[in-house]
């Protein structure tokens, strides 16, 4: 593929959910006058997929309707047509099941492949990175598996969504417990619970929707409780209803977090009696990333502190369908809503008891389960991550954390910044470690921009833009 004076570009991409393969699908959709090898790493059997659309769930469904969830940011209808040639009934506001959004994007890379010029080589490379170092000039990245390395130009960091904290509790040694699942994606085998068995699940956001689904799919009859701080339910999308409009000039941004929330509720108020949070959050997306780098590091704490909990539950919404099943389970009694914080968790050999402190009361109650399971969603805090791969790169000052614990310091053109402050001509990271840079970086309209954005700049070599 290449002459004796002219060396490939190797790009080596680490993930291959969504975020990660539509990097490598973007960088082999350019056209080059010099040769490019591409490296798609993923530790996983399947590419393509990631947590999210490698679920085999059909009560998954994706949270956006077909209409917008092309993968590419300049052919907005190119899922909706994908998919409606797949099943003709499906419409523009269909939410599609997410395993078939995975065979989407698997497609998607298949048809790059058969098309890509060339001087364009791709790799897919099936293995777990053990660690990554830089060479001594600085231009290149050793990439280290259990049985060889690769060497790249560029290395990009598409990790997705990592395993959730753990909950923090007065005695951590029930995180040892096989009736206690950290990670609810985890494919680890669990020990068999009666089908009546009743269970927790800490958190009440789109994963534990997700799991609660499954739950009902396998015919579990058991109670299941869902607890969090404050109880909230992800809102459900509301057909038909029109975007309001933008409640101030783009070019006069609200430069606090109370100025952004007077606008939004005087808009809620004066358009019409039945506007609502949910279409004024949405008034905003176009801005939101914008609107986020506007603010210094004390109106972002504040809005993380104050406003982080009632965004995601108007921001990050359900499909009709399943906000219906999961109205029927609370309904039914199944699924019980509870705004409380665990306090403690003790196993004996009959059950685990779980204290809790409900909000807003002084007096601890206790519930009886036989199973844990952690819904709270994925960490991003790079100090606590662990991670094989972040760790290492933590320990030895390649990865260090934002000011707010919402992913790593980096350049506004997404390479890591070490802890000598230095941007890294190597390093780079997409996808929804992003979010202390953009806030928005978890939901396809933001990650596909992401991805063609991020692999122009790989193929041009510009110098990393330090954040202000």
């Not at 995975?102 to 897919?124: M, Q, V």
């Not at 070019?251 to 949070?277: G, H, Y």
């Amino acid at each position: 593929m290449t002459s004796d004076n002219e060396r490939a570009l190797t790009i080596a991409i680490i993930g291959g959910g969504f975020s990660g393969t539509m990097t490598a699908v973007q960088l082999m959709r350019k056209t080059l006058s010099h040769p490019l090898k591409v490296l798609l790493i993923e530790r996983n059997d399947r590419i393509a997929k990631g947590v999210a659309y490698g679920t085999m769930c059909p009560l998954h469904l994706l949270n956006v309707p077909a209409k917008d969830m092309s993968a590419f940011p300049d052919e907005s209808q190119h899922f909706f047509k994908w998919a409606k040639d797949h099943d003709p009934s499906v419409t523009e506001a269909t939410f599609v099941p997410r395993m078939r959004y995975g065979a989407y994007i698997e497609d998607i890379l298949n048809e790059t492949l058969s098309h890509k010029a060339a001087n364009i080589e791709f790799r897919r490379v099936h293995g777990e990175v053990q660690s990554i170092h830089i060479t001594r000039d600085g231009t290149q990245g050793k990439i280290q598996f259990a049985n060889g390395e690769v060497i790249a130009d560029r290395i990009v960091l598409a990790l997705g969504n990592l395993a959730p904290a753990n909950v923090r509790i007065k005695n951590p040694n029930f995180y040892t417990s096989p009736n206690y699942v950290r990670d609810s994606w985890s494919k680890a085998t669990l020990p068999p619970i009666a089908n009546d068995a009743p269970i927790l699940l800490i958190g009440t956001g789109l994963t534990m929707i997700d799991k609660a689904l499954e739950l009902k799919l396998l015919g579990h009859k058991g109670t299941i409780y869902a607890l969090s701080r404050h109880g909230y339910l992800p809102n459900v999308h509301i057909p038909g209803i029109a975007r309001l409009p933008m409640p101030f000039e783009p070019t006069k941004l609200p430069k606090t977090v109370l100025s952004l929330t007077k606008q939004i509720r005087k808009l809620v108020k004066d358009v019409e009696k039945d506007a609502n949070w949910r279409q004024a959050v949405d008034s905003i997306r176009p801005v939101t990333q914008e609107l986020w780098q506007l603010w210094n590091d004390s109106e972002k704490k504040r809005f993380i502190r104050h406003m982080r909990c009632i965004w995601d539950v108007h921001r990050h919404r359900i499909a009709p369908e399943v906000g219906a099943m999961i109205e029927t389970m609370v309904k039914a009694g199944q699924l019980k809503l509870i705004a409380a914080r665990v306090v403690s968790i003790a196993e004996n050999a009959s059950d685990i008891k779980v204290t809790i402190l409900p909000r807003g009361k002084g007096e601890e109650e206790t519930l009886s389960v036989k199973r844990v399971i952690n819904c709270t969603g994925a960490d991003s805090n790079i100090k606590t991550i662990d991670e094989p791969l972040v760790e290492q790169l933590r320990n030895e000052g390649l990865l260090l954390s934002d000011n707010f614990g919402l992913g790593p310091n980096i350049t506004n053109n997404w390479s890591l910044i070490d802890k000598q402050g230095k941007p890294s001509n190597v390093l780079y990271v997409v996808g929804p470690l992003l979010k202390g840079l953009l806030w928005e970086s978890i939901a396809v309209p933001e990650l596909r921009t992401q991805a063609a954005q991020l692999a122009d700049h790989l193929i041009t070599s510009k110098e990393p833009v330090l954040t202000s």
